[in-house]
Nanobody, 117 residues
Framework: QVQLVESGGGLVQAGGSLRLSCAAS????????MGWYRQTPGKQRELVAT???????NVGDSVKERFTISRNNAKTTVYLQMNMLKPEDTAVYYC???????????WGQGTQVTVSS
């Protein structure tokens, strides 16, 4: 069974930076991609940044130019470098592992990011 363990969230002032990490453990069958989503109360979970199957990053419009997604060579750990943070970036950030076929998703427990103004 695949598990995702996130770390790196916290409280930061506007303009600051944080780096999130997500490590996948367990046996993963089939091609998959990892990425990050976020959610605030009363809103749907939204894409922050993921990797496409071809390895290129897919970054949400609201965080382009500020957030960077990367991963280790084994593709078992994904990182999210968040710079120039804004109060509207405050959310619970979830790591996601998406298996391409058969389609399935695994989610991390979420890590809180709070940006103060």
């Amino acid at each position: 069974q695949v598990q995702l363990v996130e770390s790196g969230g916290g409280l930061v002032q506007a303009g600051g930076s944080l780096r999130l990490s997500c490590a996948a453990s367990g046996v993963i069958f089939g091609a998959n991609v990892m990425g990050w989503y976020r959610q605030t109360p009363g809103k749907q979970r939204e894409l922050v940044a993921t990797f496409r199957p071809d390895g290129t990053p897919n970054v949400g419009d609201s965080v382009k130019e500020r957030f960077t997604i990367s991963r280790n060579n084994a593709k078992t750990t994904v990182y999210l470098q968040m710079n120039m943070l804004k109060p509207e970036d405050t959310a619970v950030y979830y790591c996601n592992l998406h298996r391409i076929w058969p389609t399935s998703d695994v989610w991390g427990q979420g890590t809180q990011v709070t940006v103060s103004s």
